[in-house]
């Protein structure tokens, strides 16, 4: 047992040395980085979509995925400059992948990075790409006991993104444990609920993202 985590240990410290290097790329532009981490079919492509067609910023995405560049080619179909990275089984993007794609991309012409990380809740929270802060994403559907199951993610995330709340009527999704289990793990963590087919909670999360690039272009 010692040893796999001996060799844990061993890749983060490698992959560190990048995430330190595009943090400081990033910084040096005022380029605010979110990493959003969910579950697939949560809904994270679908809030980048909706964030490009309302933000009156500039943004970028790099989209992770196991497989296919589908995700990103919804993007790109916006005028978005999406890049695809392919995990080809592996669970989580890592920093050295990032440092790899941003040097590629016209910085200068970008307030925001979006990574959309591999689906999934537990092996992309243990990994620093860089980024500002994460943002979970959960669906009404997948259940309200999430917090506590993955306690990891929403307990270091800046912020929580609630998606399909239009379903809440027609899923058992129980708001007041999910609430309470939260407070529970990260009392202050902004809940926005979004319904991207009506809009509802939209505005909230754009406000958001403004108010985190006017924040870090002062910091910077």
């Known amino acids: 047992m010692s040893e796999v985590v001996l060799l844990k240990q061993s890749v983060m410290v490698a992959d560190e040395k990048y995430a330190s290097l595009v943090k400081n790329e990033l910084k040096k532009r005022g380029i605010l980085f979110v990493n959003i981490i969910g579950s697939p079919g949560c809904g994270k492509t679908t809030l980048l979509e909706e964030t490009a067609k309302h933000g009156k910023f500039r943004m970028a995405v790099i989209e992770g995925d196991i497989e296919t560049s589908r995700d990103a080619e919804r993007l790109a179909a916006l005028g978005i400059n999406a890049y695809q990275i392919n995990t080809h089984g592996g669970c989580h993007l890592e920093a050295h ?7 590629e991309m016209p910085l200068d012409d970008i307030d925001v990075l979006f990574v959309e ?5 537990v092996c992309p929270a243990e990994f620093d790409l860089g980024e ?64 991207l087919i009506n809009g509802n909670g939209l505005n909230e999360w754009i406000e958001f993202i403004v108010q985190k690039i006017e924040e870090k272009r002062k910091i910077d």
């Not at 992948?97 to 040097?103: E, P, W």
């Not at 990380?117 to 809740?121: A, E, M, T, W």
């Not at 129980?174 to 793990?185: C, K, N, T, Y």
């Open 97 to 103: 992948t990032i440092d790899r794609v941003i040097k």
């Open 117 to 121: 990380n591999v689906g999934n809740l």
């Open 132 to 195: 500002d802060f994460k943002i979970a994403v959960l669906s009404t559907p997948e259940g309200a006991d999430k917090p506590l199951k993955y306690p990891l993610l929403f307990a270091t995330s800046h912020a929580i993104v609630l998606t399909k709340t239009d379903l809440l009527p027609y899923v058992r999704f129980d708001v007041q444990m999910f609430m309470e289990d939260l407070s529970s793990i990260n009392p202050l963590v902004p809940v926005i609920k979004v319904d």
